[in-house]
């Protein structure tokens, strides 16, 4: 069953809970190692906020796990 209660985040809101500037959320896109926006309308795009969880949550995780390895 498909998660109706998904959280739809603006650039601003993803750029503050991730602490990246616009740029840098678009070069980690190109790159595709952030998740990509979902289109909302002809010039508006969003983010789906588990999917940003998701990505913070790996990023703590990749750091904690340099940690153990060293």
């Known amino acids: 069953m498909a998660n109706t209660n998904r959280k739809i985040l603006r650039r601003k809101m993803v750029e503050n809970k991730t602490g990246l ?3 840098t959320l678009y070069f980690l896109i190109q790159k ?3 998740p990509e926006p979902i289109h ?3 010039r ?3 983010w789906i906020e588990e999917e940003i969880d998701d990505w913070i949550a790996k990023r703590v995780a ?3 796990e340099r940690r153990i390895e060293v």
Request: charged share 35%; hydrophobic share 35%; no cysteine.
């Open 32 to 34: 595709n190692r952030f």
């Open 40 to 42: 909302l309308g002809p």
């Open 62 to 64: 990749d750091r904690d």
């Open 21 to 23: 500037a616009r740029s």
């Open 44 to 46: 508006a795009v969003g």
